[in-house]
């Protein structure tokens, strides 16, 4: 029987297509897109062309506005690192408690490093941002506000035009990790005030190692890799040309398949969802399901460790995850979940699944036929659950104890 890839969220497989128009630029048109020969000429036209391509993809207005960059770690971290070079007198970042550690460990360097202060905002129970601490934090000295659109452990979706509208009325540049969002949620923006987002191939289904960075024109911009003139002297180095013309190739397929897909894939997510809740009992859905990406679930098996639940999965055949695969191997709890507020017995039993196009209605079938099977076999062996089952001892409560 053939594995079943349910941690979409963590990476995709490459397109086929993807990889085909991938292959040629590995070996016959091998040139430097710098070289002026008709070794260079050819190569310069296709990164154009890619560029092109994931401009369209992000709906946005010029191809002059996409950098591209080594993934999405690069381009939060650039996002940031500009913002503090170029806005004079402001010294502050703004962003929240739930991003992604691409973006939180570099503002916990920059505090250790640097002094720079961040004020990470809140969210309640479902993952929604509270907009009022948000709001509050923007002052005087903000230099950028960072919040992502969508997080990659819940799905839930952040109104980021509204974040961005906020952060410039307050005088600061607005960035958006748009990793997890982008080929799943359409992004259009053309009109919208963010001035910089981040992107990565291989979250849809492009290749590893490449992303972009979209920095809206008249953003004032400071590289993060100085060196050759390449990406009109944003980002140095000698292009990773395949992994462009990849990237260029998945944003293209991503666009024209999104509505399709976002359909198929949601159904598929809403089906495995609702059938887990109606059969397995003591267990709930981890987030805003209201707004959320169509592919995500991440869900709590109370009186059970999601380790557990993942290493079994795994044995029959399913790959999923515990909360964020980046922190996976930390055992330390997911901060996304922290966040929330989640109490630490359900959060240890949260594990996340997430679908792409290529799941099938016959894999899902396959993971509601396995997963109440492993939830019960753990039950019967967790001793936290056997507790529950016992009786609660009878309170015998004297009318004197009772006295206020
Ligand atoms: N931002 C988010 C929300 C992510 O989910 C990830 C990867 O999981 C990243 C950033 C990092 O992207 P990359 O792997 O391209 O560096």
New binding site residues.
């Given amino acids: 029987m053939s594995p079943i890839y349910l941690d979409n ?2 990476t995709t497989r490459t397109d086929p297509a993807v990889v085909a128009a991938m292959l040629p630029f590995f070996s016959d048109h091998f040139g430097n897109a710098s070289s002026q020969h008709s070794f260079g000429v050819p190569v310069a036209d296709a990164i154009r062309n890619a560029r092109k391509k994931v401009r369209t993809f992000l709906g946005a207005a010029l191809d002059q506005e996409i950098v591209f960059t080594s ?4 381009s ?1 971290n650039t996002a940031i690192l500009s913002a503090l070079d170029t806005q004079q007198g402001r010294d502050e970042i703004v962003t929240t408690k739930v991003e ?1 550690p ?2 939180l460990s570099l503002l916990d360097h920059l505090r250790t490093s640097r002094g720079i202060k961040t004020h990470y905002v809140g969210v309640d129970s479902l993952g929604r941002l509270d907009l009022e601490e948000y709001r509050r934090a923007l002052g005087p000295r903000t230099a950028i506000a960072s919040a ?1 659109w969508a997080n ?1 452990e819940t799905g839930a979706l952040f109104p980021v035009q509204r974040l961005a509208d906020l952060a410039h009325a307050a005088g600061a540049l607005f960035h958006t ?1 748009a ?2 969002a982008a080929g799943k949620i359409p992004l259009h923006l053309k009109g919208t005030a963010i001035d910089m987002l ?1 992107l ?1 191939g ?2 849809f289904q492009g290749p590893k190692g490449v ?1 972009a960075l979209y920095v809206r024109k008249g953003t004032p911009f400071s590289p993060h890799l100085r060196g050759g003139a390449q990406e009109r002297r944003r980002r140095g180095g000698t292009e990773n040309v395949p992994g462009i013309i990849g990237l260029g190739a998945a944003a293209e397929l991503a666009g024209a398949r999104m509505a399709e897909d976002h359909m198929a894939i949601r159904g598929m997510r809403d089906r495995l969802e609702s059938a887990i809740l109606n059969t397995i009992e003591h267990c709930f859905v981890i987030g805003d399901t209201d707004d959320r990406l169509p592919n995500t679930t991440n869900i709590a098996f109370a009186y059970v460790e999601g380790e557990a639940i993942i290493h079994n999965l795994d044995r029959a055949g399913i790959a999923a995850s515990l909360g ?3 922190a996976s191997g930390s055992m330390k709890p997911s901060h996304v979940l922290l966040a929330m507020n989640v109490p630490m017995t359900t959060l240890k039993g949260a594990i996340r699944m997430t679908l792409s196009r290529e799941n099938t209605q016959g894999e899902v079938d396959r993971v509601l036929r396995v997963l109440p099977e492993i939830i019960s076999k753990l039950r019967a062996t967790s001793r936290l659950w056997r507790a529950r089952a016992r009786p609660e001892p009878v309170m015998q409560v004297s009318p004197v104890e009772m006295a206020p």
């Fill in positions: 969220n963590a993934g999405g770690t690069e939060d992604h691409a973006l992502m990659n990790d990793v997890q981040s990565s291989h979250k992303g964020s695969a980046c």
